[in-house]
């Protein structure tokens, strides 16, 4: 009896332990990424330090509060979509659900029309078509080393 529990406490701190070094590892993925990117667009936008020291508050900024919309709002709508009951919705409910999503796509639109005129005095408007083929351009080379990654190439 007493050896089934010293093995039990082995087993949940062992899983414990492992359960903890994943959300480090995920967190330190995450910051390999964001560093990644940072270069990416850093470079690719030619950006002065001055500039780069006014450019990037306002794109965390930016990407937090975008984040933050997605999370609590789209994130909560596609969750009651994804639910079993979403074959049983009404069409009032499914009216409702889709109101709401297309509120939260305008705030998420009026987010990025503040964040642009909050850079146009902060690097000038080639800069700012510039960034958006930048992310694209970061999301495509991330996306393709993760391909490159899972085919083992």
């Known amino acids: 009896m007493k050896t089934n529990k010293i093995l039990i406490a082995i087993i949940l701190l062992f899983s414990i332990n492992t359960f903890a070094q994943g959300g480090r590892l995920m967190r330190e993925k995450k910051d390999q990424i964001k560093a990644m990117k940072v270069a990416y667009i850093t470079n690719e936008l030619s950006l002065t330090p001055d500039e780069a020291a006014k450019f990037w508050p306002l794109y965390n900024a930016f990407e937090e509060k975008q984040h933050e919309i997605r999370k609590q709002k789209l994130k909560g709508y596609l969750d009651r979509i994804d639910d079993e009951s979403f074959d049983n919705l ?64």
């Open 90 to 153: 009404s069409e009032k409910e499914a009216s409702t659900i889709l109101t709401q999503m297309e509120s939260t796509e305008e705030e998420l639109h009026q987010a990025k029309k503040k964040f642009v005129a909050s850079l146009k005095g902060v690097i000038p408007s080639t800069k700012i078509l510039k960034l958006k083929k930048a992310e694209e351009g970061f999301n495509r080379k991330l996306l393709q080393q993760y391909r490159d990654k899972k085919m083992g190439r």
